[in-house]
Structure formats: structure tokens, C-alpha cells
């Protein structure tokens, strides 16, 4: 597990690279508007959403117990790029103080709408493949609001597009079929 776990690390690593880069083509407007495609959500508030699941996760990993449902909400991920940025070396940071061979390490979640006993019982891995998953979703809906919602984008901000949003699996399936 620990090579596999050591791989997920990587891409999810690769991911948030990829927005980070993102983010600082950005202007704070494009930023910040509101898109008709995206329901009248802005690039900062999927961005935001996303984020808050990996501060959930990393701060789990102290507690020993993460609950997504009650993450800390801040909206200065979705207004201020530059404190989103931040953020997300941050996140990237604490991503690497993981210990590849502690994958298969238990953790519980906790799922405030559920109704039952106790936490469900989950590992390391498992939740991060889940938040990577989760930013993988909202990464593939900025890049549509980005083609499709902001007047002209600009070179820099659609460089290197085609692997953006895109799933890792589907990156290995792509190159191994020789597209």
C-alpha cells in the first residue's frame, strides 16, 4: 500500500500545482465574478470548496477523526487569490509531512447527516483519494467556467488545460492508448 499511497500523494500534489498555477493567471475579477455556466458560482467558490476539504483532512490527521460536514468555511478562499494560493502551499506542505507508509492508517469519519452509531471506520488513503476525487470534480467545473464563462481567456490562463480536470486514471489510460 505504501508505493500506491506514495503515488496518490504525488498526483493529488500535481493537482493542487496545476490550480496553484491556475489561480495566479487569474486576475482578482475572474477570480471572483460570477458565471452564468457555473449557476452564477465563481472560480473562487468551487476553489474554495475544494480546499476546505483538504483542511478538514489535514486537520483530521491530528484529531484522528475527520468530518467534512463541519469544515471551517473561509471566504477568503473564493475572494482573495493570492490568500488562496497561500492556502494551498499550505495544504501542499502538509501533504508532504505524510508518511508514505501510513496509508493503511486507520481514521475515522464522522458524517454529521447519518444517523447510527459511532464514526465509519476509514484509512489515510482512502479519505485522500476522496478529497482528491472531490478536486478532480470541482477542477473539471472551473475549467468549463473558464472556457465558457470568462470573455477571452487569455493564454496563460488556458496553458496547459488539457490536463486539467482531467483524472490521473484517465492520464495513464491516454498515454498508454497513445493519444
Given at each position: 500500500?505504501?508505493?500506491?499511497?506514495?503515488?496518490?500523494?504525488?498526483?493529488?500534489?500535481?493537482?493542487?500545482?496545476?490550480?496553484?498555477?491556475?489561480?495566479?493567471?487569474?486576475?482578482e475579477e475572474?477570480?471572483?465574478?460570477?458565471?452564468?455556466?457555473l449557476?452564477?458560482?465563481?472560480?473562487?467558490?468551487?476553489?474554495?470548496?475544494?480546499?476546505?476539504?483538504?483542511?478538514?483532512?489535514?486537520?483530521?490527521?491530528?484529531?484522528?477523526?475527520?468530518?467534512?460536514?463541519?469544515?471551517?468555511?473561509?471566504?477568503?478562499l473564493?475572494?482573495?487569490?493570492?490568500?488562496?494560493?497561500?492556502?494551498?502551499?499550505?495544504?501542499?506542505?502538509?501533504?508532504?509531512?505524510?508518511?508514505?507508509?501510513?496509508?493503511?492508517?486507520s481514521?475515522?469519519?464522522?458524517?454529521?447527516?447519518?444517523?447510527?452509531?459511532?464514526?465509519i471506520?476509514?484509512?489515510?488513503?482512502?479519505?485522500?483519494?476522496?478529497?482528491?476525487?472531490?478536486?478532480?470534480?470541482?477542477?473539471?467545473l472551473?475549467?468549463?467556467?473558464?472556457?465558457?464563462?470568462l470573455?477571452?481567456?487569455?493564454?496563460?490562463?488556458i496553458?496547459?488545460?488539457?490536463?486539467?480536470?482531467?483524472?490521473?486514471?484517465?492520464?495513464?489510460?491516454?498515454?498508454?492508448?497513445?493519444?
Amino acid at each position: 500500500m505504501n508505493a500506491m499511497f506514495e503515488q496518490l500523494l504525488n498526483s493529488t500534489d500535481d493537482m493542487l500545482g496545476q490550480l496553484e498555477e491556475l489561480i495566479s493567471s487569474l486576475d482578482e475579477e475572474s477570480f471572483c465574478r460570477p458565471l452564468d455556466v457555473l449557476q452564477k458560482a465563481s472560480v473562487g467558490e468551487h476553489l474554495r470548496h475544494s480546499l476546505e476539504f483538504f483542511v478538514a483532512y489535514l486537520g483530521g490527521l491530528q484529531a484522528g477523526e475527520v468530518c467534512y460536514d463541519r469544515r471551517k468555511r473561509d471566504p477568503r478562499l473564493q475572494t482573495e487569490p493570492d490568500f488562496a494560493i497561500e492556502t494551498i502551499g499550505e495544504i501542499r506542505e502538509g501533504l508532504r509531512k505524510i508518511d508514505p507508509e501510513n496509508g493503511d492508517e486507520s481514521i475515522n469519519l464522522d458524517v454529521e447527516w447519518l444517523e447510527g452509531p459511532g464514526p465509519i471506520r476509514s484509512t489515510l488513503a482512502r479519505e485522500l483519494h476522496y478529497i482528491q476525487d472531490h478536486l478532480l470534480h470541482h477542477s473539471a467545473l472551473i475549467k468549463v467556467g473558464i472556457f465558457h464563462g470568462l470573455e477571452n481567456p487569455t493564454v496563460r490562463q488556458i496553458r496547459d488545460m488539457e490536463k486539467f480536470g482531467v483524472a490521473p486514471s484517465t492520464l495513464a489510460y491516454q498515454a498508454s492508448a497513445g493519444n
